[in-house]
T-cell receptor, first 112, second 110 residues
Framework: ETGVTQSPTHLIKTRGQQVTLRCSSQ?????VSWYQQALGQGPQFIFQ???????GRGNFPPRFSGLQFPNYSSELNVNALELDDSALYLC???????????FGQGTRLTVV | QKEVEQNSGPLSVPEGAIASLNCTYS??????FFWYRQYSGKSPELIMS????GDKEDGRFTAQLNKASQYVSLLIRDSQPSDSATYLC??????????FGQGTELSVKP
Protein backbone atom coordinates (compact mmCIF):
# COMPACT_ATOMS: atom_id res chain seq x y z
CA GLU A 1 0.00 0.00 0.00
CA THR A 2 1.39 3.37 -1.06
CA GLY A 3 -1.14 5.55 0.73
CA VAL A 4 -2.19 7.03 -2.62
CA THR A 5 -5.87 6.53 -3.33
CA GLN A 6 -7.74 7.12 -6.56
CA SER A 7 -11.43 7.22 -7.32
CA PRO A 8 -13.32 5.80 -8.99
CA THR A 9 -11.56 2.52 -9.81
CA HIS A 10 -13.57 1.90 -12.97
CA LEU A 11 -15.60 4.21 -15.17
CA ILE A 12 -17.50 3.91 -18.44
CA LYS A 13 -18.27 7.09 -20.37
CA THR A 14 -19.71 7.94 -23.75
CA ARG A 15 -17.70 9.73 -26.44
CA GLY A 16 -18.07 13.51 -26.07
CA GLN A 17 -18.74 13.41 -22.34
CA GLN A 18 -16.56 14.89 -19.61
CA VAL A 19 -14.93 13.01 -16.73
CA THR A 20 -13.24 13.92 -13.44
CA LEU A 21 -10.81 11.58 -11.74
CA ARG A 22 -9.62 12.12 -8.17
CA CYS A 23 -6.45 11.37 -6.26
CA SER A 24 -5.47 11.67 -2.61
CA SER A 25 -1.72 11.90 -2.17
CA GLN A 26 0.32 10.19 0.50
CA UNK A 27 0.64 12.11 3.75
CA UNK A 28 3.55 14.55 3.58
CA UNK A 29 3.74 14.52 -0.23
CA UNK A 30 3.30 17.87 -1.98
CA UNK A 31 3.69 16.71 -5.58
CA VAL A 32 1.16 14.83 -7.69
CA SER A 33 1.64 13.60 -11.24
CA TRP A 34 -0.87 12.06 -13.61
CA TYR A 35 -0.10 9.39 -16.21
CA GLN A 36 -2.07 7.63 -18.92
CA GLN A 37 -1.28 3.99 -19.61
CA ALA A 38 -2.67 2.33 -22.71
CA LEU A 39 -2.77 -1.46 -22.86
CA GLY A 40 0.68 -2.94 -23.40
CA GLN A 41 2.46 0.41 -23.09
CA GLY A 42 4.38 2.23 -20.40
CA PRO A 43 2.69 5.13 -18.59
CA GLN A 44 2.73 8.48 -20.42
CA PHE A 45 3.18 11.69 -18.43
CA ILE A 46 0.17 14.03 -18.56
CA PHE A 47 1.14 16.73 -16.06
CA GLN A 48 2.49 17.38 -12.58
CA UNK A 49 1.32 19.65 -9.77
CA UNK A 50 3.65 20.98 -7.11
CA UNK A 51 2.16 22.99 -4.25
CA UNK A 52 -0.99 23.73 -6.25
CA UNK A 53 0.87 24.95 -9.36
CA UNK A 54 1.25 23.07 -12.64
CA UNK A 55 4.91 22.06 -12.90
CA GLY A 56 5.22 20.52 -16.33
CA ARG A 57 2.99 19.03 -18.96
CA GLY A 58 3.33 16.20 -21.45
CA ASN A 59 2.06 15.98 -25.01
CA PHE A 60 -1.62 15.99 -24.20
CA PRO A 61 -4.22 18.38 -25.63
CA PRO A 62 -5.78 21.17 -23.55
CA ARG A 63 -8.92 19.14 -22.99
CA PHE A 64 -6.84 17.35 -20.36
CA SER A 65 -6.72 19.67 -17.37
CA GLY A 66 -6.17 19.37 -13.67
CA LEU A 67 -5.73 21.06 -10.38
CA GLN A 68 -4.29 20.46 -6.96
CA PHE A 69 -5.95 21.47 -3.71
CA PRO A 70 -4.36 22.94 -0.55
CA ASN A 71 -4.33 19.46 1.02
CA TYR A 72 -2.35 18.31 -2.07
CA SER A 73 -5.09 16.07 -3.38
CA SER A 74 -5.66 16.43 -7.11
CA GLU A 75 -8.17 16.09 -9.92
CA LEU A 76 -7.75 15.21 -13.59
CA ASN A 77 -10.47 16.46 -15.91
CA VAL A 78 -10.92 15.30 -19.47
CA ASN A 79 -13.40 17.06 -21.74
CA ALA A 80 -14.88 15.88 -25.04
CA LEU A 81 -13.88 12.27 -24.45
CA GLU A 82 -12.60 10.30 -27.43
CA LEU A 83 -12.44 6.54 -27.87
CA ASP A 84 -8.62 6.71 -27.67
CA ASP A 85 -8.88 8.14 -24.16
CA SER A 86 -9.74 4.64 -22.95
CA ALA A 87 -6.83 3.73 -20.70
CA LEU A 88 -5.63 3.25 -17.14
CA TYR A 89 -5.14 6.65 -15.50
CA LEU A 90 -2.52 6.68 -12.79
CA CYS A 91 -1.85 9.22 -10.10
CA UNK A 92 1.61 9.32 -8.52
CA UNK A 93 2.50 11.06 -5.29
CA UNK A 94 6.00 12.32 -4.42
CA UNK A 95 7.60 14.13 -1.48
CA UNK A 96 9.20 16.53 -3.99
CA UNK A 97 9.46 17.31 -7.69
CA UNK A 98 12.47 15.13 -8.47
CA UNK A 99 12.05 12.26 -6.06
CA UNK A 100 10.57 8.79 -6.07
CA UNK A 101 6.96 8.53 -7.19
CA UNK A 102 4.40 6.18 -5.66
CA PHE A 103 1.34 5.20 -7.64
CA GLY A 104 -2.26 4.79 -6.64
CA GLN A 105 -4.28 1.82 -7.82
CA GLY A 106 -5.41 3.64 -10.96
CA THR A 107 -8.73 4.41 -12.62
CA ARG A 108 -9.71 2.28 -15.60
CA LEU A 109 -11.61 4.55 -18.03
CA THR A 110 -13.53 3.06 -20.92
CA VAL A 111 -14.99 5.38 -23.54
CA VAL A 112 -17.71 3.88 -25.73
CA GLN B 1 14.55 6.85 -31.18
CA LYS B 2 12.49 6.41 -28.03
CA GLU B 3 13.68 8.27 -24.94
CA VAL B 4 13.68 5.10 -22.85
CA GLU B 5 13.99 1.68 -24.43
CA GLN B 6 13.77 -1.74 -22.86
CA ASN B 7 14.67 -5.10 -24.34
CA SER B 8 11.62 -6.66 -25.88
CA GLY B 9 10.01 -9.55 -24.06
CA PRO B 10 8.62 -11.72 -23.00
CA LEU B 11 11.62 -12.96 -20.98
CA SER B 12 11.25 -16.46 -19.63
CA VAL B 13 13.56 -17.86 -16.93
CA PRO B 14 13.38 -20.99 -14.78
CA GLU B 15 12.72 -20.71 -11.07
CA GLY B 16 15.93 -20.01 -9.16
CA ALA B 17 17.73 -18.44 -12.13
CA ILE B 18 18.92 -14.85 -12.51
CA ALA B 19 16.67 -12.59 -14.58
CA SER B 20 18.41 -9.69 -16.32
CA LEU B 21 16.38 -6.71 -17.48
CA ASN B 22 17.96 -3.93 -19.51
CA CYS B 23 17.13 -0.33 -20.29
CA THR B 24 18.78 2.46 -22.30
CA TYR B 25 17.93 6.15 -22.26
CA SER B 26 18.71 9.02 -24.59
CA UNK B 27 18.82 12.13 -22.37
CA UNK B 28 22.32 12.51 -20.89
CA UNK B 29 21.18 15.00 -18.23
CA UNK B 30 18.89 12.46 -16.55
CA UNK B 31 19.84 12.00 -12.91
CA UNK B 32 17.33 9.59 -11.38
CA PHE B 33 16.41 6.11 -12.49
CA PHE B 34 13.73 3.77 -11.26
CA TRP B 35 12.45 0.25 -11.74
CA TYR B 36 8.78 -0.48 -11.26
CA ARG B 37 7.04 -3.84 -11.19
CA GLN B 38 3.52 -4.08 -12.57
CA TYR B 39 1.34 -7.13 -12.14
CA SER B 40 -1.38 -7.66 -14.71
CA GLY B 41 -4.33 -5.37 -14.01
CA LYS B 42 -2.51 -3.52 -11.23
CA SER B 43 -0.64 -0.24 -10.95
CA PRO B 44 3.19 0.09 -11.03
CA GLU B 45 5.01 -0.59 -7.77
CA LEU B 46 8.41 1.01 -7.11
CA ILE B 47 11.03 -1.64 -6.40
CA MET B 48 14.37 0.11 -6.96
CA SER B 49 15.77 3.61 -7.39
CA UNK B 50 19.34 4.46 -8.36
CA UNK B 51 21.02 7.84 -8.68
CA UNK B 52 24.77 7.25 -9.08
CA UNK B 53 26.95 5.01 -11.20
CA GLY B 54 27.51 1.48 -9.98
CA ASP B 55 25.42 -1.17 -8.30
CA LYS B 56 22.70 -0.89 -5.70
CA GLU B 57 21.46 -4.03 -3.99
CA ASP B 58 18.20 -4.60 -2.14
CA GLY B 59 17.49 -8.19 -1.21
CA ARG B 60 17.28 -10.27 -4.38
CA PHE B 61 17.29 -7.15 -6.58
CA THR B 62 20.36 -5.33 -7.93
CA ALA B 63 20.14 -2.20 -10.02
CA GLN B 64 23.12 -1.19 -12.12
CA LEU B 65 23.69 2.26 -13.62
CA ASN B 66 26.24 3.36 -16.21
CA LYS B 67 25.67 7.01 -17.11
CA ALA B 68 28.48 7.08 -19.68
CA SER B 69 26.76 4.31 -21.64
CA GLN B 70 23.27 5.62 -20.74
CA TYR B 71 22.34 2.19 -19.50
CA VAL B 72 20.50 0.90 -16.46
CA SER B 73 19.71 -2.70 -15.62
CA LEU B 74 17.91 -4.78 -13.02
CA LEU B 75 19.04 -8.20 -11.91
CA ILE B 76 16.71 -10.49 -10.01
CA ARG B 77 18.51 -13.34 -8.26
CA ASP B 78 16.82 -16.59 -7.29
CA SER B 79 13.79 -15.74 -9.44
CA GLN B 80 10.45 -16.90 -8.10
CA PRO B 81 7.13 -17.44 -9.91
CA SER B 82 5.80 -14.47 -7.90
CA ASP B 83 8.33 -12.28 -9.77
CA SER B 84 6.36 -12.86 -12.99
CA ALA B 85 5.21 -9.38 -13.99
CA THR B 86 6.02 -6.53 -16.33
CA TYR B 87 9.06 -4.49 -15.30
CA LEU B 88 9.09 -0.83 -16.22
CA CYS B 89 12.22 1.30 -16.42
CA UNK B 90 11.66 5.00 -15.70
CA UNK B 91 13.97 7.98 -16.07
CA UNK B 92 13.35 11.24 -14.24
CA UNK B 93 13.63 14.24 -16.54
CA UNK B 94 14.43 17.66 -15.14
CA UNK B 95 11.41 18.91 -13.26
CA UNK B 96 10.12 15.55 -12.17
CA UNK B 97 8.62 14.14 -15.35
CA UNK B 98 9.04 10.36 -15.41
CA UNK B 99 9.67 8.85 -18.83
CA PHE B 100 8.86 5.15 -18.98
CA GLY B 101 9.99 2.42 -21.29
CA GLN B 102 7.43 0.10 -22.80
CA GLY B 103 8.13 -2.55 -20.19
CA THR B 104 9.56 -6.07 -20.30
CA GLU B 105 7.31 -8.96 -19.40
CA LEU B 106 9.06 -11.51 -17.19
CA SER B 107 7.80 -15.06 -16.78
CA VAL B 108 9.40 -17.31 -14.15
CA LYS B 109 8.63 -20.96 -14.78
CA PRO B 110 8.40 -23.36 -11.80
Amino acid sequence: ETGVTQSPTHLIKTRGQQVTLRCSSQSGHNTVSWYQQALGQGPQFIFQYYREEENGRGNFPPRFSGLQFPNYSSELNVNALELDDSALYLCASSPGRNTEAFFGQGTRLTVV
Amino acid sequence: QKEVEQNSGPLSVPEGAIASLNCTYSDRVSQSFFWYRQYSGKSPELIMSIYSNGDKEDGRFTAQLNKASQYVSLLIRDSQPSDSATYLCAVNRQGGKLIFGQGTELSVKP
